[in-house]
Structures are given as structure tokens and as C-alpha cells.
């Protein structure tokens, strides 16, 4: 039973969650950004905060704090040193909320809710956004009198604004059977992060794009991933969903291959 508790256990003992959050921790100060399940990225949220704030100040204690939170290993000594080094001057000014979580849609095969996990400073198009708009605001008075210029702004001038936002969301690349969380971040990473553009690519292309990533993609088989796509940027959903049926985790089965 909860009995109160202000956490959840996530279905793991203490020793093994401590494990659990120790690694999400390590690996969220190593990439700045990971992709998890929403319940593990909320958790993730409240165990490291607490040792980011920690890292404001630059003591021997606050430093075996964090060595200790981020589970005492090796790979820990450098990242404790890069967060006291390059972390800590980026969120000096910031009173907490040093993390975002971002929902994505759920996970094939037990529809588990997924979400990515970022640290808020080094998001660049979301913190240069931010600082550069300036919210304006009309004051209306309670007699009909002439509306003021900004209220009639010019169609194309919204739609010039809109456009930078509408072309930075790219497609949901994950629906590409064979492609997962850390696969498509390597090919926006690159670039391609719409069907379109994987369309337009070709299968060795995108091979050399996962040897050169740094999650260790090298073992995928990427034969199908264009062909999919040019489905999928074609809005033809039934003949993808059709044909993904009869693939082996994007690869195509022996009676694929004699068709």
C-alpha cells in the first residue's frame, strides 16, 4: 500500500529503482535529452532537480552529494565535473524547473505513455523563442469606439508569422516500422524529420546516418524505412498498416521477399 508516500515505487524495490533513477539521471546530464515512459520522466523530474540545485554551489560536500545520486561509478566522476563546470553557470539564474518533459504518442506493442525528458537551458529553439517574443496586449474599452491597427493585422503578416513554427514540427517518425525513439532522434538529428525528407533519401544513406550515431544503431536494417515513408507522405496508411503486418521489425519476410 501507498500509505502517503510522495513517490512511486514503479513497480521495483528500493535498491533497484535507486539503480534505475541513478542511470536516467546519468544518461539525462550526458545527452541533455532523453526519451522515457511519462511515469519514469516524472520521477526522473523530482530525483534530479534536487541535485542540479546542488550544483550552484561548489563544495566538496554538495560534489559527493551528487557522485553519490548519479550511483558512484566511473562514467560519474565526468559528468559531476561537467556539471559543476558547464551546467551549473547555464541554470545559476534559474529558481528550479531545470527540466521539460515533452509528451510523445505511446509505445508500440504495450502502448505505454512515452514523453522526452530535456534539460530546460540547452533546448536552443525553445529558449531562443522565448526570449525574443514579446507578448502585446489590446485594451478594450466598454463603449464601441474604432478598433485599434493591430487588431486588423494583414493576413499574410500572421501567416508569415505562423509559417516558422508550422516548419519546425516535423512527422512522427517512429510509425515507420523498425525506427524507435532513439532511432528517430539520430535522423533529425541529420535532418530528416519528415517522411518526406526520409523519402528522399536512399537505404545506404541512412545506414551510414545510424553507424555514425552514438546509440549504437548500427545493427538495424533500414531496407524498407524509404519505402515506408513515401507511404506514409503519401497519406496511404492502409497500404503501410498492410504492409508493416507482414514485416519482421522493418525488415521483410521470406514471403515479402518472393513477391
Known amino acids: 500500500m501507498k500509505h502517503g508516500k510522495k513517490f512511486k515505487s514503479l513497480s521495483r524495490t528500493k535498491s533497484h529503482r535507486k539503480a534505475?533513477?541513478?542511470?536516467?539521471?546519468?544518461?539525462?546530464?550526458?545527452?541533455?535529452?532523453?526519451?522515457?515512459t511519462l511515469a519514469?520522466?516524472?520521477?526522473?523530474?523530482?530525483?534530479?532537480?534536487?541535485?542540479?540545485t546542488k550544483c550552484k554551489t561548489d563544495t566538496t560536500h554538495n560534489r559527493?552529494?551528487?557522485?553519490?545520486g548519479l550511483l558512484s561509478n566511473e562514467q560519474a566522476k565526468g559528468l559531476v565535473a561537467e556539471m559543476f563546470r558547464d551546467i551549473a553557470p547555464k541554470i545559476a539564474d534559474r529558481p528550479g524547473g531545470y527540466t521539460r518533459i515533452i509528451k510523445l504518442a505511446p509505445r508500440q506493442g504495450d502502448n505505454a505513455p512515452m514523453c522526452f525528458i530535456e534539460l530546460v537551458d540547452y533546448?536552443?529553439?525553445?529558449?531562443?523563442?522565448?526570449?525574443?517574443?514579446?507578448?502585446?496586449?489590446?485594451?478594450?474599452?466598454?463603449?464601441?469606439?474604432?478598433?485599434?491597427?493591430?487588431?486588423?493585422?494583414?493576413?499574410?503578416?500572421?501567416?508569415?508569422?505562423?509559417?516558422?513554427?508550422?516548419?519546425?514540427?516535423?512527422?512522427?517518425?517512429?510509425?515507420?516500422?523498425?525506427?524507435?525513439?532513439?532511432?528517430?532522434e539520430a535522423l533529425a538529428a541529420a535532418g530528416m524529420t519528415t517522411f518526406k525528407a526520409v523519402s528522399?533519401?536512399?537505404?545506404?544513406?541512412?545506414?551510414?546516418?545510424?553507424?555514425a550515431a552514438e546509440a549504437n544503431l548500427?545493427?538495424?536494417?533500414?531496407?524498407?524505412?524509404?519505402?515506408?515513408?513515401?507511404?506514409a507522405a503519401d497519406g496511404k496508411w492502409d497500404e503501410l498498416k498492410k504492409w508493416q503486418d507482414e514485416m519482421d521489425g522493418g525488415r521483410p519476410t521470406d514471403s515479402g521477399e518472393e513477391e
Open 123 to 184: 533546448n536552443e529553439v525553445y529558449t531562443a523563442g522565448g526570449t525574443t517574443e514579446k507578448k502585446t496586449t489590446t485594451r478594450r474599452s466598454r463603449r464601441g469606439g474604432a478598433k485599434k491597427t493591430t487588431d486588423t493585422a494583414p493576413a499574410e503578416t500572421v501567416a508569415a508569422k505562423a509559417a516558422p513554427k508550422a516548419e519546425a514540427k516535423g512527422d512522427d517518425l517512429t510509425k515507420i516500422e523498425g525506427v524507435g525513439p532513439k532511432t528517430a
Open 40 to 52: 519514469k520522466g516524472k520521477e526522473l523530474r523530482k530525483y534530479v532537480e534536487p541535485l542540479l
Open 200 to 211: 528522399e533519401s536512399t537505404p545506404e544513406v541512412v545506414k551510414e546516418i545510424l553507424d
Open 20 to 36: 534505475l533513477m541513478g542511470n536516467l539521471a546519468s544518461e539525462l546530464i550526458k545527452h541533455k535529452r532523453i526519451s522515457t
Open 218 to 231: 548500427s545493427s538495424l536494417d533500414p531496407t524498407t524505412w524509404v519505402d515506408q515513408a513515401k507511404l
Open 64 to 68: 559527493r552529494l551528487v557522485f553519490k
